[in-house]
């Protein structure tokens, strides 16, 4: 059984979707958890929610995100789960908006690996996405940032050796990023998506959070992207 008792966890991204998913299962499993988002009401609700500590920080900005782990101490395991920010098809998207896409994805996990202390038996988890694997043409630079993430990984995995450094790639999630489209509009798209996938149903928050708990626990896993996509690279 996976134990994470008494272990040091951030989670940056934690006070929504996926990192909070994430961040819940972690407490569930005894770690000493702390969220880190730019929001300072969402991090400070979502920490009192979930009785865990809670940090702001953008993780967009250098000098923040040094200064921060410079006096957070040593941490076990890192989970990087940044919203991507606009997208859209390439020739449609902005230079400011595609810069900023890659500052709040890539660039975001970059600045982490460089910059935190994690233990030697510890572990790094970046949370990419489908579309670095099945291209979309209405989310070219996102695929290519996903991609970018897990040739990242990679990398890290030997650099940073021997803490252990692992994607996660997520399909489409039933979470509040698609909170702007109507209700009708993410009904439909659920409902196309939950027939195409060979599970027959949309993916949720805490399946994703299953996976990134099994690459944190699992000592003999590094420089691996786990798919949690419910079939959808291979329909």
Same mark, same amino acid.
């Given at each position: 059984?996976?134990?994470?008792?008494?272990?040091?966890?951030?989670?940056?991204?934690?006070?929504?979707?996926?990192?909070?998913?994430?961040?819940?299962?972690?407490?569930?499993?005894?770690?000493?958890?702390?969220?880190?988002?730019?929001?300072?009401?969402?991090?400070?609700?979502?920490?009192?929610?979930?009785?865990?500590?809670?940090?702001?920080?953008?993780?967009?900005?250098?000098?923040?995100?040094?200064?921060?782990?410079?006096?957070?101490?040593?941490?076990?395991?890192?989970?990087?789960? $940044?919203?991507? &920010?606009?997208? =859209?098809? +390439? !020739?449609?998207?902005?230079?400011?908006? %595609?810069?900023?896409?890659? /500052?709040?994805?890539?660039?975001?996990?970059?600045?982490?690996?460089?910059?935190?202390?994690?233990?030697?038996?510890?572990?790094?988890?970046?949370?990419?996405?489908?579309?670095?694997?099945?291209?979309?043409?209405?989310?070219?630079?996102?695929?290519? $940032?996903?991609? &970018?993430?897990? =040739?990242? +990984? !990679?990398?890290?995995?030997?650099?940073? %050796?021997?803490?252990?450094? /692992?994607?996660?790639?997520?399909?489409?999630?039933?979470?509040?990023?698609?909170?702007?489209?109507?209700?009708?509009?993410?009904?439909?798209?659920?409902?196309?998506?939950?027939?195409?996938?060979?599970?027959?149903?949309?993916?949720?928050?805490?399946?994703?959070?299953?996976?990134?708990?099994?690459? +944190?626990?699992?000592?003999?896993?590094?420089? %691996?992207?786990?798919?949690?996509?419910?079939?959808?690279?291979?329909?």
């Amino acid at each position: 059984m996976f134990t994470l008792q008494d272990a040091r966890v951030l989670v940056l991204g934690g006070s929504s979707g996926i990192g909070l998913a994430a961040a819940r299962a972690m407490r569930d499993l005894g770690a000493k958890v702390t969220i880190a988002s730019r929001s300072r009401d969402r991090v400070d609700a979502t920490a009192r929610e979930l009785g865990v500590a809670g940090v702001t920080l953008d993780v967009g900005s250098d000098e923040q995100v040094e200064r921060f782990f410079a006096n957070s101490g040593v941490w076990r395991h890192i989970v990087v789960s $940044i919203s991507p &920010g606009k997208s =859209g098809p +390439a !020739r449609d998207m902005s230079m400011p908006d %595609a810069y900023s896409a890659m /500052n709040a994805k890539f660039w975001s996990a970059y600045r982490t690996a460089r910059a935190a202390r994690i233990e030697p038996n510890g572990s790094l988890t970046i949370i990419s996405g489908q579309v670095g694997k099945r291209p979309n043409p209405k989310s070219v630079l996102q695929g290519a $940032i996903n991609a &970018g993430l897990e =040739g990242l +990984a !990679r990398g890290l995995a030997l650099e940073l %050796a021997p803490a252990r450094v /692992n994607v996660v790639s997520p399909g489409l999630i039933d979470t509040p990023l698609h909170g702007g489209m109507s209700a009708e509009a993410r009904q439909s798209l659920f409902k196309a998506t939950a027939d195409r996938l060979p599970v027959q149903r949309m993916g949720r928050a805490e399946d994703v959070a299953q996976a990134i708990v099994y690459v +944190a626990c699992n000592g003999f896993s590094t420089g %691996a992207t786990v798919r949690v996509d419910g079939g959808s690279t291979i329909a």
